[in-house]
């Protein structure tokens, strides 16, 4: 009875802890990203920001769920006062058990230290090289982000940003850094990935996919949409990027240089310069529907 009381007791201080930053292997520095863009590159300022969809065409072509349907109340006509239900009979057929519709969440990113306070609202804005980093106060114009899931599976998730610098990449995915020696995120290997608008990418190991960091810098890195998980209960969204053998390890959201980067080992970040990492999770948004 004691062991139990005491095994209890240091799960949960365990739970208290704030996030454990381990493995850390002391790596040589290294430039974060390539010298610059491509010399024709004209910067994302000139693209308008992307709004929400708001039909089901404009969500179906993302792969998101259909909006819910309005509801009319019923005014009542010449048949109003009839009964609503059919003809009687011995026994009718138990229905079967339908399965669950597919749950769909919009929602504010929050940005959050390692003991879990909160540091601001990821900005839908990117720098030259496409890359999310930017962080504002206010969730007004934040960056707003859909995505859609199996009720009883929220993983491997594709994230769309509503309000993306560019159409062409709509999600927010993510694409080998280019002092990587590898794409495989894990201990003792010098490997990162930005957090970049890619295409939607199917899910499982990295692939060379169209993303904004390949447009604006010329570096194809490999990439991944599919590497979103998310806890409704806590609300927390968390990465899990696929190795190219098909394995994961745990990734580690580290803001460096204004870049939202992920790793395996939490030493490549300091590597790559001034460093905190950090945590999301989903402030939910009501999103208007139209008539």
């Known amino acids: 009875m004691r062991f139990t009381l005491i095994a209890l007791i240091s799960a949960v201080a365990a739970l ?6 381990s493995p850390r292997t002391v790596f040589s520095p290294r430039p974060l990203n390539p010298p610059s863009v491509l010399p024709d590159f004209e910067g994302w300022g000139n693209t308008p920001a992307k709004r929400a969809p708001t039909t089901n065409a404009e969500r179906f072509a993302l792969g998101l769920t259909p909006l819910k349907p309005k509801s009319r109340r ?15 009979v011995r026994s009718a057929p138990r229905a079967e058990t339908s399965p669950l519709p597919p749950v769909s969440v919009t929602c504010n990113l929050v ?9 601001g609202y990821v900005s839908p804005t990117w720098n030259d090289y496409g890359e999310y980093g930017a962080t504002q106060q206010s969730p007004v114009g934040a960056l707003s982000i859909t995505f859609t899931y199996p009720a009883d599976s929220p993983s491997q998730l594709n994230m769309v940003a509503n309000n ?15 002092s990587s020696d590898s794409s495989d995120l894990k201990p003792e290997e010098f490997s990162y990935v930005y957090l970049s608008g890619t295409e939607t990418i199917p899910s499982g190991p990295p692939q ?16 991944e949409s599919a590497i979103w998980n ?30 939202f980067i992920l790793t395996g ?6 590597a790559l310069g001034d460093t905190k990492f950090v945590k999301f999770s989903c402030e939910p948004v009501v999103v208007s529907q139209p008539l």
């Open 208 to 223: 060379s996919a169209n993303n904004a960091y390949r447009y604006a810098s010329g570096f194809d890195g490999s990439a």
């Open 74 to 88: 019923h005014r009542g006509g010449p048949h109003s006062g009839y009964l609503s239900g059919g003809t009687r």
């Open 230 to 259: 998310y806890d409704p209960s806590s609300q927390s969204i968390t990465p899990q990027w696929i190795n190219t053998d098909g394995n994961a390890y745990p990734n580690y959201i580290a803001l460096v240089d204004n870049v």
């Open 164 to 178: 993306s610098p560019n159409s062409n990449y709509p999600y927010v995915g993510a694409v080998t850094g280019f």
């Open 265 to 270: 080992d939490t030493g490549v970040a300091y």
């Open 16 to 21: 208290a802890q704030p996030i454990t930053l």
């Open 111 to 119: 940005v959050k230290d390692t003991d879990g306070l909160p540091l």
